[in-house]
């Protein structure tokens, strides 16, 4: 069936140390987004990529949707950067709603 | 900047009482779609809603769910007999075309 995966599940890097999280789909999307799922539990939109690059400060994405994959890059991480980053897609076929969640990559940035 | 926003931020019920979660989407987005996440567990989606009627929805919006657009501005969404396991965070979001825009959420504990 239509998946996200994501990986690692768990990733845990000293303060200024970077890092690549990966999201893999198992079809074509039309839709690919990343968040970041603070402490509080709030979902921030980072980036809406379902294909090229995009940056944002020390944040960037990268989507080769042929190969059906996404990678978010953190650079420079700091302690606010900790929580659970989300990959979303909403699947070529698929409604106007329905983005379908990876399990998250829980990241711990330690000072 | 917009943002869309939900109240109560917290929600405790008993078990067979009805809830009314509520959300203001952006002011010009025309699609609006309700997620729930389990607390530990990931996103997912349970309806959307354009044009005054539901667009989609997921096997998790049965009869007890129900949204409503009541008028120009808020969106809701009425879950008539709680369970046990309807705590979780409900998201609200909102959409002008592809990219969906989440509310902080609204966290709900039924006892």
């Known amino acids: 069936g239509i998946q996200v995966e994501q990986s690692p599940p768990d990733l845990i890097l000293q303060e200024g140390a970077n890092s690549t999280l990966r999201c893999n789909f198992s079809?074509?999307?039309?839709?690919l987004q990343w968040f970041h799922q603070n402490p509080w539990g709030q979902l921030i939109n980072l980036f809406y990529i379902p294909s090229g690059t995009k940056q944002n400060g020390r944040l960037s994405a990268t989507t080769v949707a042929t190969e059906r994959y996404s990678l978010l890059y953190i650079s420079s991480s700091q302690t606010t950067d900790s929580g659970v980053y989300f990959c979303?897609?909403?699947?070529?076929?698929?409604?106007?709603?329905?983005?379908?969640f990876g399990k998250g990559t829980k990241l711990s940035v330690k000072p | 900047e917009p943002e869309v926003t939900q109240t109560p931020s917290h929600q405790v019920t008993q078990m067979g009482q009805e809830v009314i979660l509520r959300c203001v989407p952006i002011s010009n987005h025309l699609y609006f779609y309700w997620y729930r996440q389990i607390l530990g567990q990931k996103v997912e989606f349970l309806v959307s809603?354009?044009?005054?009627?539901?667009?989609?929805k997921s096997e998790i919006f049965d009869d007890q769910f129900s949204v409503e657009r009541p008028d120009g501005s808020n969106f809701t969404l009425k879950i008539r007999s709680t369970k046990l396991e309807d705590s979780a965070m409900y998201f609200c979001a909102s959409s002008e075309a592809d990219t969906q825009y989440f509310g902080p959420g609204t966290r709900l504990t039924v006892l």
């Open positions: 809603f354009y044009n005054n009627e539901i667009s989609e």
């Open positions: 079809d074509s999307v039309n839709n």
């Open positions: 979303a897609a909403r699947f070529r076929g698929g409604s106007q709603g329905n983005l379908i």
